[in-house]
């Protein structure tokens, strides 16, 4: 396939031209979790021709997981999530290399999973996962972005190793302020698709260079209201 075709409305953006789309294609994402965030999240990276893309969940796909979990079908449903998903990302994108891990990213299996990766995203939904991620990502020196998502809200935030991190507001227990899993709060799916689609967009921004990320800040949307809300911290 024509891969300039296929990327050229990317390298058009004067932000990320084709140096840029070398960059991405070269690159070492991982992704936590193949839920509503890490799912869609995952999908762009490939359309986008990150090269190499590591996924990990343990999870099946679930009857409830259809109404904001769009890569996956009721044909899906008892599959494990993340070879659901490879499959996906690889009919999207034959030419990207996507890694999975059908078990949860612990400290103990944490290196090889984060190993040669320049962006870690957390697609968990719970705060548990998420300050594991944050901790994780400060000890291997790699960029992280954590998004949480409950009813109509959403949470995103980037952290560079040395800057904010995740702990710094939320606390550093597992009971801390971050949104509560999916499996016991309500979340709108457009909900998880934003978050999702922010934690891409902030991906890709810190391989390319592009523009400027949410380092240092919290980003607040809330779809109800609707309104924004953008916190230095």
């Known amino acids: 396939m024509n891969q300039n075709t296929r990327y050229s409305r990317l390298a058009s953006l004067p932000e990320i031209g084709p140096e840029g789309v070398a ?3 070269e690159a070492r994402v991982a992704v936590i979790g193949c839920g509503a965030l890490g799912s869609l999240c995952a999908m762009y990276l490939a359309a986008s021709g990150v ?3 590591n996924i990990a969940d343990f999870d099946t796909v679930d009857l409830s ?8 079908t009721e044909a899906d449903l ?5 070879l659901v998903l490879r499959d996906r990302m690889l009919a999207l994108n034959s030419g990207v290399s996507v890694n999975v891990t059908q078990e949860m990213v612990r400290p103990a299996n944490a290196g090889d999973f984060l190993a040669g990766c320049d962006v870690v995203v957390d697609g968990s939904d719970n705060p548990a996962t998420k300050l594991m991620t944050d901790r994780l990502a400060a000890e291997y020196g790699i960029p992280c972005v954590i998004a949480g998502v409950r009813g109509f809200e959403l949470q995103v935030m980037t952290c560079l190793p040395g800057g904010t991190r995740y702990a710094d507001i939320f606390g550093d227990a597992p009971a801390c302020n971050g949104f509560t899993p999916c499996s016991i709060a309500g979340v709108l799916g457009p909900t998880a698709g934003i978050a999702a689609s922010l934690q891409a967009a902030e991906a890709i921004k810190l391989i390319t260079g592009a523009g400027n990320t949410l380092l240092g800040k919290l980003l607040t949307i809330n779809l109800l209201s609707p309104s924004v809300s953008l916190l230095s911290v």
């Open 23 to 25: 960059k991405l294609q």
């Open 65 to 72: 997981n259809l109404q904001r979990q769009l890569f996956f």
């Open 51 to 53: 090269g190499n893309i």
């Open 78 to 82: 008892g599959k494990p999530k993340a």
